[in-house]
């Protein structure tokens, strides 16, 4: 029995597809090992969102190969399907996007020519065995879902299920159209039959998720309001959260549905990523800050006290003092519950990466250290607004905190909640009093 070892870099769709490559993996006899030394085979799922995700990339395929010069490394997802030309050295596989459901069968095929090949002693037989092993198809042209299942989730009562890939959108600073190709979507029936199979497993949240979420179903006569609508009909499924969401899918109809369906988390991540109209024009965003406001003020209509949250890119080619401080001011009247930070990554390819006026690093560090102190100011208002009330908390998992054995889980909000008692609550949904019985926690 071969040992794999499964790295996971990136978001939560990265995730959701190492999850799937192990599971097909166990499923064929494969033993599932730690990363660490020791196995037989090592899975690294790659990012290429930042110059620091490509980084990371490399670093633990370095890694790998490090740690079993014999062993069989395999790089996977996006940084090899955008950078498949510059693929690092000592890499066995390489196995690009919309492919990873054929992981069994690359390693078998791999296995089968290394054997009757024998070694590899010439520069010839190395150049013909990687292009052999590049299992990379033209993701700008594929148009068909590579349809992943799990049965089980590694965070034992949340379960992210991708029901989406690609992304049309073409934002000016980002490369992940090129890596992920244009939106696929997942059939509904395949959806509700892995949302069956978890909640008969016990899982008792599902998070749907997508390289754009807000896309589904365009290209398959669907869209997401219809799909959670069915989703949330399913038995012994108690949360719906969603993924990442463009404000474009925010409207009336959709906010006022949604609002209606108690399974529903009111916890939405809306992506803003600058609140300077000057800014949004050169990143191609297609809304103004006005526009955005208005979504999260439809929101607030329609859910009490919602956890709005948001990512914010400061630093973008252009952004002047004025800008900046246009998207400060804005980021601050919005009242995020949480605001995530990135410094402008220039990507190759991307139009942004050839843009004039591009930014200094260390203005891109201030500027970031702004907004994330004020990111935690608005966290902790929004926080401080929950002591004293009654909210569901999801138990997840014990916990040592300060010395004690405490339970932690999530709020619909998603708030991290560490509750001290003797009863083994783990995958119940309990209902406690924040500051009495239980406290927040990050």
């Known amino acids: 029995m071969k040992k794999v070892a499964l790295h996971n870099l990136g978001c939560k769709v990265n995730a959701y597809e190492t999850e799937a490559m192990q599971e097909l993996l166990e499923k064929h006899g494969y033993e599932i090992v730690p990363f660490q030394e020791g196995a037989d085979v090592y899975i690294i799922n790659t990012c290429t969102v930042t110059n620091m995700a490509d980084r990371k990339s490399r670093q633990m395929l370095h890694k790998a190969?490090?740690?079993?010069?014999?062993?069989?490394?395999?790089?996977?997802?996006?940084?090899?399907?955008?950078?498949?030309?510059?693929?690092?050295?000592?890499?066995?596989?390489?196995?690009?996007?919309?492919?990873?459901?054929?992981?069994?069968?690359?390693?078998?095929?791999?296995?089968?020519?290394?054997?009757?090949?024998?070694?590899?002693?010439?520069?010839?037989e190395q150049e013909k065995e990687t292009e052999t092993y590049q299992e990379i198809l033209d993701i700008n042209h594929e148009k068909v879902y590579e349809d992943l299942h799990l049965s089980t989730a590694a965070e034992h009562t949340r379960a992210y299920i991708k029901v989406q890939d690609g992304c049309n959108q073409f934002c000016s600073y980002c490369i992940i159209p090129f890596a992920r190709g244009r939106v696929r979507s997942r059939s509904r029936d395949s959806v509700l039959d892995e949302v069956k199979t978890l909640s008969a497993n016990g899982y008792k949240e599902v998070v749907l998720t997508g390289i754009h979420l807000s896309s589904y179903g365009v290209d398959i006569e669907d869209n997401l309001l219809s799909l959670i609508l069915a989703v949330h009909?399913?038995?012994?499924?108690?949360?719906?959260?969603?993924?990442?969401?463009?404000?474009?899918?925010?409207?009336?109809?959709?906010?006022?549905?949604?609002?209606?369906?108690?399974?529903?988390?009111?916890?939405?991540?809306?992506?803003?990523?600058?609140?300077?109209?000057?800014?949004?024009?050169?990143?191609?965003?297609?809304?103004?800050a006005e526009e955005y406001a208005a979504k999260c003020q439809l929101l607030r209509k329609y859910f009490a006290h919602p956890a709005l949250t948001t990512d914010?890119?400061?630093?973008?080619?252009?952004?002047?003092?004025?800008?900046?401080?246009?998207?400060?001011?804005?980021?601050?009247?919005?009242?995020?519950?949480?605001?995530?930070?990135?410094?402008?990554?220039?990507?190759?390819?991307?139009?942004?990466?050839?843009?004039?006026?591009?930014?200094?690093?260390?203005?891109?560090?201030?500027?970031?250290?702004?907004?994330?102190?004020?990111?935690?100011?608005?966290?902790?208002?929004?926080?401080?607004?929950?002591?004293?009330?009654?909210?569901?908390?999801?138990?997840?998992?014990?916990?040592?905190?300060?010395?004690?054995?405490?339970?932690?889980?999530?709020?619909?909000?998603?708030?991290?909640?560490?509750?001290?008692?003797?009863?083994?609550?783990?995958?119940?949904?309990?209902?406690?009093?924040?500051?009495?019985?239980?406290?927040?926690?990050?």
Do not use: W
């Open 65 to 124: 190969r490090k740690m079993n010069p014999d062993s069989i490394v395999v790089a996977c997802g996006c940084y090899v399907q955008a950078k498949k030309d510059d693929i690092p050295e000592g890499i066995d596989i390489v196995v690009g996007n919309n492919k990873k459901q054929n992981i069994v069968e690359i390693l078998e095929n791999y296995e089968k020519e290394k054997n009757q090949d024998g070694q590899r002693e010439t520069s010839d």
């Open 312 to 442: 914010v890119i400061t630093g973008f080619p252009g952004e002047t003092p004025e800008e900046f401080e246009e998207s400060r001011a804005f980021v601050d009247s919005m009242d995020f519950y949480e605001t995530h930070i990135f410094k402008y990554s220039r990507r190759e390819g991307t139009k942004a990466a050839v843009m004039p006026d591009q930014v200094d690093e260390q203005i891109k560090a201030k500027r970031s250290a702004q907004l994330i102190e004020l990111g935690e100011k608005k966290r902790a208002a929004y926080e401080q607004s929950f002591q004293g009330k009654e909210v569901e908390v999801l138990v997840e998992e014990d916990l040592e905190l300060n010395g004690k054995e405490v339970q932690i889980g999530h709020t619909k909000e998603y708030m991290k909640i560490a509750l001290e008692t003797n009863e083994n609550l783990k995958n119940s949904i309990v209902k406690v009093q924040i500051g009495k019985d239980s406290q927040i926690i990050h």
């Open 233 to 288: 009909e399913v038995d012994g499924i108690h949360r719906i959260r969603l993924g990442s969401l463009e404000p474009g899918i925010i409207t009336e109809e959709f906010v006022r549905t949604i609002s209606a369906l108690p399974k529903v988390c009111p916890h939405f991540h809306l992506s803003l990523q600058s609140g300077c109209n000057a800014t949004l024009r050169r990143m191609n965003r297609r809304y103004t």
